[in-house]
């Protein structure tokens, strides 16, 4: 039988803790508290984190801030922020897709140029926002 790294054997149920999800800045930064803090003293921060849910990650910043370590909520929003722009910058990517098949599709001259519109609308974005 093959043991996956991500199963606890004892209860039989997978092991989802630290599992990226996303962009995985969330698994980041925990790994970053265990690293700072050392594994005991970062589980019980983050066992502590839990009741606070969608909060927890902003929560666990202000506790890594009141410990002095200023720099990893700092890293944490530069991080988030650089995330935001690359998910923007994909939805925009599709989004000039399915308008040129819209283009390719439609009959009515009115509309195409409605189309062409918003397809230059979002050639001019992804220039300016080119990674």
């Given at each position: ?18 599992q ?19 594994n ?33 909520a ?54 300016e926002?080119?990674?």
């Amino acid at each position: 039988m093959k043991r996956h790294s991500n199963y606890d054997h004892n209860t039989h149920l997978p092991d989802n803790r630290m599992q990226p999800n996303d962009s995985g800045l969330n698994v980041w930064l925990q790994e970053q508290i265990v690293s700072r803090l050392g594994n005991d003293q970062a589980q019980e921060l983050i066992q502590e984190s839990a009741p606070y849910k969608e909060k927890r990650y902003r929560w666990m910043l202000d506790r890594m801030k009141e410990r002095g370590h200023i720099d990893l909520a700092e890293e944490y929003h530069q991080r988030h922020l650089a995330h935001e722009a690359q998910r923007r910058y994909a939805a925009k990517e599709r989004e000039l897709s399915r308008w040129r098949e819209r283009l390719a599709e439609t009959e009515d001259p009115q509309h195409k140029v409605y189309i062409r519109n918003r397809i230059i609308k979002c050639e001019k974005y992804l220039e300016e926002k080119k990674p």
